[in-house]
């Protein structure tokens, strides 16, 4: 059984929607104290590392995943899920992380890329709805 950590951010139905797909057993799960009880656990997450780290402490989340990752069950971060299994960040500030993986997340330097390395755009963006379609219904610009 997958569990899948809801820490308040993050868009949990899709992370378990992909495990239903390939057949996978999984639940979300808010519940620090019964992560234990799970195979395999995926730390998902959208937003800003600072954020998301202040709300794996506040839900006690911070210390149950952190004994999860000493059981040596797997454990896998997703987007900033990811991010958060570092020491640090620098996005927004100095943010402390999980620790579990050496090193730091910072933002891309541009100067530091090859000359056809291209930084890779994540965001929000405004975007002009030229013709009207299906697909865009009930979309209002910014949208990610």
């Known amino acids: 059984m997958v569990g899948i950590v809801n820490y308040g951010i993050g ?5 378990q929607n ?6 996978a057993k999984s639940a979300i799960t808010q519940d620090a104290e019964n992560l234990k009880a799970y195979d395999r ?5 959208v937003g800003a590392f600072g954020d998301a780290m202040e709300h ?3 839900g006690g989340m911070q210390e149950a995943v952190l004994e ?15 991010q958060l299994l570092f020491q640090k960040s620098y996005e927004f500030g100095e943010h402390l992380g999980l620790g ?3 090193g730091e997340i910072v933002q891309f330097q541009k100067e530091a890329l090859e000359p056809n390395q291209k930084i890779p755009q994540m965001g ?7 013709q009207k379609s299906p697909l ?3 979309l209002e610009s910014p949208f990610y």
């Open 56 to 58: 794996l402490k506040q």
């Open 100 to 102: 579990l993986l050496k």
């Open 124 to 130: 929000w963006n405004c975007v002009e709805i030229r």
């Open 68 to 82: 999860f990752a000493k059981s040596g069950k797997p454990l896998l971060g997703i987007c900033l899920g990811m």
């Open 11 to 15: 868009n949990l139905a899709s992370v």
């Open 41 to 45: 656990l995926v730390l998902p997450g």
């Open 136 to 138: 865009l219904e009930g």
């Open 18 to 23: 992909a495990f239903q797909k390939i057949g």
